[in-house]
């Protein structure tokens, strides 16, 4: 899909948009680097402002297999025995005419009789609730953290935890010290491959990973090796801009590296790599995946 075209009409450009749907309008500007909010609001329009078919469009990931199909078989078949059945009414009109019952009349005296003695406990819980929200409303929540900060403190976290005996700045991962946006446009800008590590602190050999691959002396000289070619950004998933991020990817296991790069003058994922791997075989397959695109980096540098 271009991204030169203007999008739905339906979704006039008069209309305000609410609270979700400018969240859902920031997020995919995130995601995508499109820096025209008009056209992300199209694109989200377009899909009726489902956020993740619209990243994953965009970012030319296939979507994921959906049930509609059975759900709408077996709504037919329902519909169809339903039709079958005789109507309720028919059963026996007068018996909607007859009087009620003395166990229904009691049933109904005791329910009223029920509701009438929790009357004063249910009073009593409205008014504390009301005046306990009342009271909290004047302690405003912490904000949330901005993108940039959200990377920021990934990185200080890993350095802290990983690369405290480093001596220098130069034997440190060079991850990138911006949002997932930034980082996109520096990677559109100068025509490299962006490498983004999502990092999940809860799962099975991550601690692993990042000892034994990613500060690997093998894994930092391809780095090296490959500085004018490629970009290192990271980000854990526990928060917001690397949640944001791994919702577009279709991952099924941690650690994860993805490897987006312009393609048709769209920065695109083309690979990721998940679970954890030795540093030659996470080596190799990111070798793969360069070579497998390097020829669409080629012709935007013509």
Same mark, same amino acid.
């Given at each position: 899909m271009s991204l030169d075209s203007s999008g739905?009409?339906?979704?006039?450009?008069?209309?305000?948009?609410?609270?979700?749907? !400018?969240?859902? *309008? +920031?997020?995919?500007? =995130?995601? !995508?680097?499109? =820096?025209? *909010?008009?056209?992300?609001? @199209?694109? *989200?329009?377009? $899909?009726?402002? =489902?956020l993740e078919a619209t990243a994953r469009e965009q970012l030319n990931i296939p979507p994921m297999m959906r049930d509609e199909e059975d759900h709408d078989i077996y709504r037919s078949r329902s519909n169809a025995n339903n039709a079958n059945l005789p109507p309720r009414n028919g059963l026996n009109e007068s018996s909607s005419s007859s009087p009620p019952s003395p166990s229904s009349t009691t049933s109904i005296v005791l329910s009223y009789g029920y509701s009438f003695l929790l009357f004063p406990f249910r009073f009593v819980?409205?008014?504390?609730?009301f005046v306990s929200s009342y009271f909290i409303s004047f302690f405003p929540s912490e904000p949330p953290s901005s993108?940039?900060?959200?990377?920021? $403190?990934?990185? +200080? @976290?890993?350095? +802290?935890e990983y690369e405290s005996e480093e001596s220098s700045e130069t034997s440190k991962l060079p991850f990138l010290p911006l949002s997932y946006h930034s980082a996109l446009d520096v990677a559109k800008r100068d025509l490299k491959f962006l490498v983004i590590y999502l990092h999940s602190p809860q799962h099975d050999r991550i601690h692993d990973f990042c000892i034994q691959t990613l500060k690997s002396r093998e894994f930092k000289s391809f780095l090296q090796r490959r500085r004018n070619e490629l970009l290192l950004w990271g980000c854990s998933i526990e928060s917001r801009e690397g949640y944001n991020v791994s919702k577009i990817c279709r991952e099924s296991a941690y650690p994860l590296i993805g490897v987006i790069v312009l393609r048709q003058n769209r920065m695109m994922f083309v690979g990721q790599v998940e679970g954890y791997v030795e540093p030659m075989s996470l080596i190799s397959r990111l070798e793969a995946i360069i070579a497998d695109n390097e020829a669409f980096?080629?012709? +935007?540098?013509?």
């Open positions: 739905d009409e339906d979704d006039s450009s008069g209309q305000e948009l609410s609270l979700e749907q !400018t969240d859902k *309008l +920031a997020t995919l500007q =995130d995601m !995508t680097g499109i =820096d025209d *909010l008009n056209i992300c609001r @199209a694109l *989200l329009s377009s $899909n009726n402002w =489902d819980y409205r008014v504390i609730h993108p940039g900060v959200d990377v920021t $403190n990934f990185i +200080a @976290a890993f350095r +802290a980096v080629v012709t +935007a540098r013509l």
